[in-house]
């Protein structure tokens, strides 16, 4: 978080009027995750766990390859994998992950994206978390439940859909819905002129040989998969605002969608009510299931 800060000061503090490029401050200050330290309860969740590193391709930024940790709980024949979100780490699923391993014969996988938590990379991207997902499920199979939160609820499903597999249940929790408006909101709040958040767009396009516009979850929702899609969300998100999931949710009809007001982007993952919820429906995916 202090790198964070001290890139906001930065960039408050020069003209922007030249910002856009790839190597500037503005793209360190969208694409450089926060990295915030472990608490001790999370620390001793991570230690039990069995840890293997992975590797994805960082086509993007260095173009080197970058090694992300993976931790698993159990090892029974149902697999639930949990995809976190910007800014954030497998050990912020702490509470979920305590829950979820009393269910009887389940594997539960989390990972520290690119970027993020304790692997490594200096920036991140949502193609990179969505390699994770990718390279997690080849090394160790189709999950039955995936579990994203924000940002990683949005790879969850692109992920899925270039993979092409559907699986027994997908949990969203707080997603992420329209990445270009995402990244409007973080330039807006720290008073980026409007000349140098077209460059930046103009910038983003050439990169990712896509517009942001392109990283729509309606975008990739659907398309020959049949999702029995869990979606939980707080009406008064600021950080993904019920307007676009409003939208999102009159298109995708089958998605059922529960409003947890006021419970927070973030702070879903603490939510007992959310996280009983969770264990709810995991459960009663694998009772339909057999």
Same mark, same amino acid.
Do not use: F, T
């Given at each position: 978080m202090k790198k964070l800060k001290q890139i906001i000061t930065q960039l408050q503090s020069i003209s922007t009027d030249a910002?856009?490029? +790839?190597d500037d401050l503005l793209w360190q200050y969208l694409f450089y995750s926060? *990295?915030? +330290? %472990?608490?001790?309860?999370q620390e001793q969740l991570l230690q039990s766990a069995e840890k293997i590193s992975l590797k994805v391709n960082n086509e993007y930024f260095g173009q080197e390859e970058l090694t992300f940790h993976t931790f698993r709980w159990g090892k029974g024949t149902r697999k639930l994998l949990l995809t976190h979100g910007w800014g954030s780490k497998a050990a912020d699923f702490s509470e979920f992950i305590t829950a %979820?391993?009393?269910i009887d014969n389940l594997e539960i996988i989390a990972f520290d994206a690119p970027g993020n938590g304790s692997s490594e990379g200096d920036l991140s991207? %949502?193609?990179? =978390?969505? @390699?994770?997902? *990718?390279?997690?499920? @080849?090394q160790y199979g189709k999950p039955d439940v995936l579990v994203g939160h924000s940002l990683g609820a949005m790879a969850n499903v692109i992920a899925l859909r270039e993979m092409q597999i559907s699986p027994t249940l997908l949990i969203s929790l707080t997603p992420l819905i329209k990445l270009k408006e995402n990244f409007d909101a973080s330039m807006d709040a720290v008073?980026?002129?409007q000349t140098s958040k077209i460059a930046f767009f103009e910038s983003l396009t050439k990169m990712f040989n896509v517009p942001a516009s392109y990283f729509s979850l309606g975008n990739w929702h659907d398309a020959g998969l049949q999702l029995n899609h869990r979606l939980m969300y707080d009406s008064n998100d600021q950080i993904s605002p019920y307007l676009y999931l409003k939208a999102f949710l009159d298109n995708? +009809?089958? $998605? *059922?969608?529960?409003? =947890?007001?006021? $419970?927070?982007h973030e702070k879903i993952l603490k939510s007992t009510v959310v996280i009983e919820d969770v264990v709810e429906a995991v459960n009663s995916a694998f009772e339909i299931q057999l």
């Open positions: 910002l856009g490029k +790839p926060p *990295k915030m +330290p %472990l608490r001790l309860g %979820l391993n009393k991207s %949502l193609p990179l =978390y969505v @390699q994770a997902v *990718k390279a997690v499920v @080849q008073n980026i002129a995708h +009809p089958s $998605v *059922k969608a529960h409003n =947890y007001e006021d $419970v927070g």
